[in-house]
């Protein structure tokens, strides 16, 4: 009852000296708050020294966050990055060297062997990259950031758990900038929910086992939706004066209606009907490559909300697999975009009144719109694509 209280206490003065205009608490006094809220949800003092005893925040976490390359980097760059010939030829290595073991994982939770290497490959480069952060110290500095303060400050309280419950010490905590974990990056929460004892030796081992890295990977797969049998998606050629509003994850379509429209195969072929509900996606504007995706696209974005990664999962399965890469859409402008740039764009589109709120430099679905409803009215094609050339266009623009 006193922790709870202390909580409480600590809890009204920040809210009420915000309330009276004082700045908010510093990382010291945040820490001291939170740590009194997790004892009061059963985390003991021991476990909270060995995971906060002396942490500070990580000015480079907060950076990563506010420059991840699924935001900046064109698809073709950050795609080439991710498909090199040595990550293809290091799967098709695990993919053989684990050939028993990706069979009983598909047997039992039926995701495919090229899309679980495909998501090993991405998160850890089959496990030869973990990262380095402290786990705990980097969520720490998230969760008191104002950005998303209130995840990461559940997923903390999550990590604290897992190193409770003994399934690492806190000291070998390490993963991601964000605090993701193991071979295939789970969250703390996702760890708890979905991580799987696939080796029988009554722990949890996303970071050296092989079977519980797999095993975990795909029963958060089909805990999120997966459809065994069904493809992710494939590459497309548009028809000529093909409508590009419709070009979005929201506008789905059987996939004979596609047909009937003029879509065809990325090689000119014709695409078989195969009765899904499709949509298309243009990840790199109206001059870059075109993918149909199915219900399982939507599995993997459930993983990561990134639409560049998830057709890199997608296409590096396929690559696994002996399927070619891409074929269209290399024309496209490569420029990246910096932060600063995407402020830039944001502040022009609400000079013509169609960007509401604070520009904040992250191109998500507010700048998406704007830009449709800029392009619509300048007649340009409505892909919504944040890129160098559209700015320069505004630039122009009186």
């Not at 009420?16 to 608490?25: D, I, Q, R, V, Y």
């Not at 073991?101 to 089959?126: C, D, H, K, M, T």
């Not at 086992?209 to 459809?227: C, I, N």
């Not at 069904?230 to 070009?247: C, I, K, M, N, Q």
């Amino acid at each position: 009852m006193k922790i709870r209280l202390q909580a409480l206490l600590c809890a009204l003065y920040c809210v009420s000296a915000l309330a009276a205009g004082e700045t908010a608490p510093d990382f010291s006094t945040w820490l001291t708050q939170f740590r009194l809220e997790a004892q009061t949800q059963g985390i003991s003092p021991a476990t909270l020294d060995a995971a906060l005893g002396g942490v500070s925040p990580l000015p480079e976490v907060l950076d990563r966050d506010r420059r991840q390359p699924e935001f900046f980097e064109p698809f073709l760059i950050y795609l080439d990055k991710r498909l090199s010939p040595q990550r293809l030829e290091r799967g098709q290595a695990e993919m053989l060297r684990h050939k028993a073991l990706l069979e009983e994982v598909q047997a039992r939770y039926g995701v495919p062997p090229g899309i679980l290497v495909a998501f090993w490959g991405l998160e850890s480069n089959y496990g030869s990259q973990l990262g380095g952060y402290p786990v705990p110290a980097a969520l720490a500095t998230l969760a008191f950031d104002a950005r998303r303060g209130g995840f990461f400050r559940s997923e903390l309280l999550q990590a604290l758990r897992i190193i409770a419950a003994g399934d690492v010490a806190a000291a070998d905590m390490k993963g991601s900038w964000a605090g993701a974990m193991g071979q295939v990056q789970f969250m703390p929460s996702t760890y708890l929910h979905y991580a799987v004892d696939g080796d029988g030796d009554g722990r949890r081992n996303l970071w050296t086992s092989p079977p519980d890295v797999l095993h975990s990977a795909a029963h958060y797969l089909r805990e999120l939706g997966w459809k065994p049998g069904e493809d992710w998606g494939l590459e497309v050629r548009l028809p000529a004066g093909f409508d590009w509003e419709t070009a979005r994850l929201g506008e789905r379509k059987r996939l004979k209606d596609w047909v009937a429209l003029g879509l065809l195969r990325a090689d000119g072929s014709p695409l078989m009907d195969n009765g899904q509900l499709a949509a298309v996606v243009l990840p790199q504007g109206h001059t870059g490559p075109a993918f149909l995706v199915f219900r399982n696209f939507g599995v993997i974005l459930g993983w990561n909300r990134s639409i560049n990664y998830a057709l890199a999962v997608g296409l590096l399965s396929d690559r696994l697999q002996g399927l070619p890469g891409l074929l269209g859409g290399r024309d496209a402008d490569n420029r990246p975009m910096t932060r600063e740039h995407v402020l830039e764009l944001q502040r022009l589109l609400a000079v013509h009144g169609l960007y509401s709120g604070e520009p904040d430099g992250l191109p998500g679905s507010r700048t998406s719109l704007a830009i449709r409803a800029w392009q619509k009215a300048a007649g340009l094609p409505v892909d919504g694509y944040a890129c160098m050339d559209l700015l320069e266009r505004l630039r122009q623009t009186p």
